[in-house]
C-alpha cells in the first residue's frame, strides 16, 4: 500500500469531518495513526492526501467511503468479560436486585458492542443467573447491542470467533459450554446466547429513541474518545432511556462528568455502577 501525505490543513479537516461524523476526536500527534488505518482506504481509492477524502466523503455520493473510513477509524478490538467485576455485579447485585422489584423483562443495552464480546458475555452470565436461581426461571433478559461499524456488527452477528479471540478473556469451562466447533480453529455462540441479543446500528450522536426504556445500560471504554461536553451529552441522552433505579457501566478509566444530579455513585468492591436517579 502507498503512503498518503498528511498536511496539517488535511489533519484538521479530518478530525472536524471525524469528530462531527460519530464524535471521536483525534489528539494532533495521532497523525501516525491516522496514516496506518485509513492507508488500505486511501489506497483502494486512488487518493493522495486527507483533503481529497474529505470532499468525497462530503458528497451524495460519498456513504459507502464514510463507512469505511469510521470503521477503519474506530477501534473494534475487545475482549470477553473485560474486566471481570462488571459482570460479577450482574450476578451479586444487579440481576438479584432488579427481579426482587418484580422485573419480569429486563432489557440491557450494549453500546459500542464491536464484534459481541461484550453482549454476548452478559448473555452468558445471564443464563448462569437464570440457573442458578430458580425463582428467576419464568423471567426473561434481552440485550440490545449497537455499534456505528456496519462491518464489526456483520461479524458480531455471525458470532462465530477464531481460537485466538476465543482465548481472550473466555475461559475454558465457557467455551466448552456455550460454544460449538464450526470448523477447525472457529467456534461459534450457541444459539441460545445468540438469541437473546438484537444487533442494531447505532450512531451515539444520534437518537436513542428506538431503544425504549432500559434496566442496565453497558457503556464502557467508549466515552474515552469524546470530548467531555460530548460525554456529558451522551450520558443525559442514556439516562434519559434508563428507568428510574436503572444501572450505567462505564469502563474502569470513566466517570461521570459532573451529573449527580441524574446518577448515584454505588461503590461495589470491586467496582463501580451508576443508578438512575
Request: hydrophobic fraction near 40%; charge should be positive.
Amino acid at each position: 500500500m502507498n503512503s498518503f501525505n498528511i498536511t496539517s490543513l488535511g489533519f484538521k479537516q479530518f478530525s472536524r469531518y471525524l469528530e462531527s461524523s460519530c464524535g471521536i476526536v483525534l489528539a494532533e500527534n495521532k497523525q501516525y495513526l491516522v496514516q496506518c488505518r485509513l492507508a488500505k482506504v486511501m489506497s483502494e481509492n486512488s487518493y493522495s492526501d486527507l483533503e481529497q477524502l474529505v470532499s468525497a466523503m462530503a458528497l451524495p455520493s460519498g456513504r459507502m467511503l464514510k463507512d469505511q473510513v469510521v470503521d477503519a477509524m474506530t477501534t473494534n478490538e475487545t475482549l470477553w468479560f473485560r474486566d471481570s467485576h462488571p459482570y460479577e455485579v450482574l450476578i451479586k447485585k444487579i440481576f438479584p436486585e432488579l427481579m426482587n422489584n418484580s422485573t419480569s423483562h429486563i432489557r440491557v443495552w450494549s453500546a459500542a458492542c464491536a464484534t459481541g464480546q461484550e453482549p454476548y458475555s452478559i448473555s452468558m452470565v445471564a443464563q448462569e443467573f437464570v440457573e442458578a436461581n430458580p425463582s428467576a426461571r419464568g423471567a426473561k433478559i434481552s440485550i440490545v447491542a449497537t455499534d456505528i461499524s456496519s462491518t464489526a456488527l456483520g461479524l458480531a452477528k455471525k458470532g462465530e470467533y477464531e481460537l485466538f479471540a476465543l482465548g481472550r478473556g473466555l475461559s475454558k469451562r465457557r467455551q466448552e459450554k456455550f460454544f460449538s466447533k464450526v470448523k477447525e480453529g472457529v467456534w461459534q455462540v450457541n444459539q441460545n446466547v445468540r438469541a437473546c441479543v438484537l444487533f442494531k446500528g447505532i450512531n451515539l450522536l444520534e437518537s436513542y429513541g428506538m431503544l425504549g426504556k432500559l434496566d442496565l445500560v453497558f457503556c464502557r471504554n467508549v466515552l474515552i474518545y469524546f470530548s467531555t461536553e460530548l460525554k456529558k451529552v451522551i450520558l443525559q441522552k442514556i439516562h434519559a432511556q434508563l428507568k428510574t433505579g436503572g444501572y450505567l457501566m462505564l469502563g474502569a478509566s470513566e466517570s461521570l462528568p459532573d451529573l449527580s444530579d441524574k446518577f448515584e455513585m454505588i461503590h461495589c468492591k470491586p467496582g463501580i455502577v451508576y443508578k438512575a436517579k
